[in-house]
C-alpha cells in the first residue's frame, strides 16, 4: 500500500478573510441547485462579517452538503467547512430536527479491535473504517478487505462522523478514545468528512481514502476503461486537494477514464444533501447526478461512493459499478471491454 504521508496544512483563516471574490459561489452544489445568493459559502462569510446571527444563518448552515468544493477554492484560505460545522454545533434547532435527531448519535465507548482481530504485535497494521453503508453491504465489505488485505476495524467511527455531519457535540472522552486506538495505523476510510477531520485530529498519521487505497490495486486499475466515468468521493477529495490532484492525474493519464472534475479541478459531488435531508425532514435531489452527466457519454460509471451509485441509478440507465466490484470476475471484465473499447 503507497504511503501518502500527511503534509502540515497551511493554516486556516476565519470568516473574517472574506473579501467576497464569489468563487466559492462557482463551485457550490446549494448555489448550483437553487441560483438562491443566500445559500452559498461567500452568504455566511459575510453576513457573519456584518453581525449576522447563527439564526439568521439557518438557511446556508442547514443546506450545505459539506461537500468541501469551495475549500481549495478559496483565495484566502478560510475553512468554509470547518466554519458551517462549527455553526452546526451552535443553530437552534426546530421541535422537528429535535424529535428528529433524538439521542442520535449514540456514542460507545471506543474498542481498540478489529473484525479480524489486532493485537499488540501488530499496532501499526494497516486498517479499514468502512463507515454504516459498506458494512450493510456484506458482499461489498469482503471484496474491499480482500483488495486490500486490511483488518475491519469494529470501531470505525460512525458515531463521530454523525455527529461532525449533525452538528451534534463529541463527549471529549469518546473522541479520545477513539483517536488513542487508531494511533500508529495506517488508515483507510470511507467516510470522506471523518478521513477530513483525522487529517488535522492526528496529524502526521498515514491515511486515505477508499477510493485511493482500491485504484492502486492492480486488479483494480486494469479495469478501469477509457469509456469509463470515474466518479470520485468528493469530501476526501478536497480534504487534501493538493495531493490528490496529482493522484488523479495520473489515474486519469495511465488509464484513459473520464473523472468528475470540472475546470477548476474540483470533484462535482454526485449526490448532494443538506441537515434536512440528512434528517429525513425532506427528499433529496438528483440535480448533481444529472448535471454531472451533461455533454458525457461514457459506457460505464464507477464510483467509490456508495451514495453515488444510488444517484446515477435513479438518473440513468448506464451500468453503474463500485470501484471494489472492478477487482472480480476478469471475464466479465474482458467482455466490457470488448463490447464498449
Same mark, same amino acid.
Given at each position: 500500500?503507497?504511503?501518502?504521508?500527511?503534509?502540515?496544512?497551511?493554516?486556516?483563516?476565519?470568516? !473574517?478573510? *472574506?473579501?467576497?471574490?464569489?468563487?466559492? $459561489?462557482?463551485? *457550490?452544489?446549494?448555489?448550483?441547485?437553487?441560483?438562491d445568493p443566500r445559500l452559498t459559502p461567500e452568504a455566511l462569510a459575510k453576513g457573519l462579517q456584518s453581525g449576522a446571527t447563527v439564526r439568521?444563518?439557518?438557511?446556508?448552515?442547514?443546506?450545505?452538503?459539506?461537500?468541501?468544493? *469551495?475549500?481549495?477554492?478559496?483565495?484566502?484560505?478560510?475553512?468554509?467547512?470547518?466554519?458551517?460545522?462549527?455553526?452546526?454545533?451552535?443553530?437552534?434547532?426546530?421541535?422537528?430536527?429535535?424529535?428528529?435527531?433524538?439521542?442520535?448519535?449514540?456514542?460507545?465507548?471506543?474498542?481498540?479491535?478489529?473484525?479480524?482481530?489486532?493485537?499488540?504485535?501488530?499496532?501499526?497494521?494497516?486498517?479499514?473504517?468502512?463507515?454504516?453503508?459498506?458494512?450493510?453491504?456484506?458482499?461489498?465489505?469482503?471484496?474491499?478487505?480482500?483488495? =486490500?488485505?486490511?483488518?475491519?476495524?469494529?470501531?470505525?467511527?460512525?458515531?463521530?462522523?454523525?455527529?461532525?455531519?449533525?452538528?451534534?457535540?463529541?463527549?471529549?472522552? @469518546?473522541?479520545?478514545?477513539? $483517536?488513542? /486506538? $487508531?494511533?500508529?495505523?495506517?488508515?483507510?476510510?470511507?467516510?470522506?468528512?471523518?478521513?477530513?477531520?483525522?487529517?488535522?485530529?492526528?496529524?502526521?498519521?498515514?491515511?486515505?481514502?477508499?477510493?485511493?487505497? $482500491?485504484?492502486?490495486?492492480?486488479?483494480?486499475?486494469?479495469? =478501469?476503461?477509457?469509456?469509463?466515468?470515474?466518479?470520485?468521493?468528493?469530501?476526501?477529495?478536497?480534504?487534501?486537494?493538493?495531493?490528490?490532484?496529482?493522484?488523479?492525474? @495520473?489515474?486519469?493519464?495511465?488509464?484513459?477514464?473520464?473523472?468528475?472534475?470540472?475546470?477548476?479541478?474540483?470533484?462535482?459531488?454526485?449526490?448532494?444533501?443538506?441537515? !434536512?435531508?440528512?434528517?429525513?425532514?425532506?427528499?433529496?435531489?438528483?440535480?448533481?447526478?444529472?448535471?454531472?452527466?451533461?455533454?458525457?457519454?461514457?459506457?460505464?460509471?464507477?464510483?467509490? /461512493?456508495?451514495?453515488? @451509485?444510488?444517484?446515477?441509478?435513479?438518473? *440513468?440507465?448506464?451500468?453503474?459499478?463500485?470501484?471494489?466490484? =472492478?477487482?472480480?470476475?476478469?471475464?466479465?471484465?474482458?467482455?466490457?471491454?470488448?463490447?464498449?473499447?
Open positions: 500500500m503507497p504511503a501518502f504521508l500527511a503534509r502540515a496544512p497551511a493554516a486556516p483563516r476565519d470568516y !473574517a478573510a *472574506c473579501s467576497g471574490c464569489s468563487l466559492c $459561489l462557482l463551485v *457550490c452544489p446549494m448555489w448550483r441547485g437553487s441560483h439568521e444563518l439557518a438557511a446556508p448552515i442547514e443546506a450545505c452538503s459539506l461537500c468541501g468544493a *469551495c475549500d481549495p477554492v478559496c483565495p484566502e484560505r478560510i475553512d468554509l467547512s470547518g466554519l458551517v460545522m462549527d455553526l452546526r454545533l451552535r443553530l437552534p434547532r426546530s421541535a422537528a430536527e429535535m424529535a428528529e435527531i433524538g439521542d442520535r448519535p449514540r456514542f460507545h465507548e471506543s474498542r481498540n479491535r478489529g473484525l479480524s482481530p489486532i493485537s499488540a504485535a501488530s499496532r501499526s497494521a494497516p486498517v479499514l473504517l468502512p463507515g454504516p453503508a459498506l458494512r450493510a453491504d456484506a458482499a461489498l465489505l469482503a471484496r474491499v478487505q480482500a483488495l =486490500l488485505g486490511l483488518a475491519v476495524f469494529d470501531d470505525d467511527g460512525a458515531d463521530i462522523a454523525l455527529a461532525l455531519e449533525l452538528g451534534v457535540e463529541i463527549p471529549q472522552q @469518546r473522541l479520545h478514545g477513539f $483517536l488513542d /486506538s $487508531l494511533r500508529g495505523h495506517t488508515i483507510v476510510a470511507a467516510d470522506g468528512l471523518l478521513l477530513r477531520q483525522l487529517r488535522r485530529w492526528l496529524p502526521g498519521s498515514q491515511r486515505m481514502g477508499l477510493g485511493p487505497a $482500491l485504484s492502486t490495486r492492480a486488479a483494480v486499475r486494469s479495469n =478501469l476503461a477509457p469509456s469509463d466515468l470515474y466518479v470520485i468521493e468528493p469530501r476526501a477529495f478536497h480534504g487534501d486537494y493538493e495531493r490528490m490532484v496529482g493522484y488523479y492525474d @495520473r489515474l486519469q493519464r495511465e488509464t484513459g477514464c473520464g473523472l468528475s472534475l470540472d475546470l477548476q479541478r474540483i470533484a462535482i459531488p454526485a449526490s448532494s444533501s443538506g441537515l !434536512a435531508q440528512k434528517l429525513g425532514l425532506a427528499a433529496g435531489d438528483d440535480v448533481q447526478a444529472r448535471w454531472l452527466l451533461q455533454g458525457r457519454k461514457p459506457a460505464r460509471i464507477v464510483v467509490e /461512493s456508495l451514495a453515488d @451509485r444510488a444517484a446515477f441509478e435513479r438518473v *440513468c440507465d448506464l451500468p453503474v459499478v463500485h470501484l471494489a466490484e =472492478l477487482g472480480e470476475d476478469p471475464q466479465m471484465m474482458q467482455k466490457f471491454r470488448h463490447a464498449f473499447g
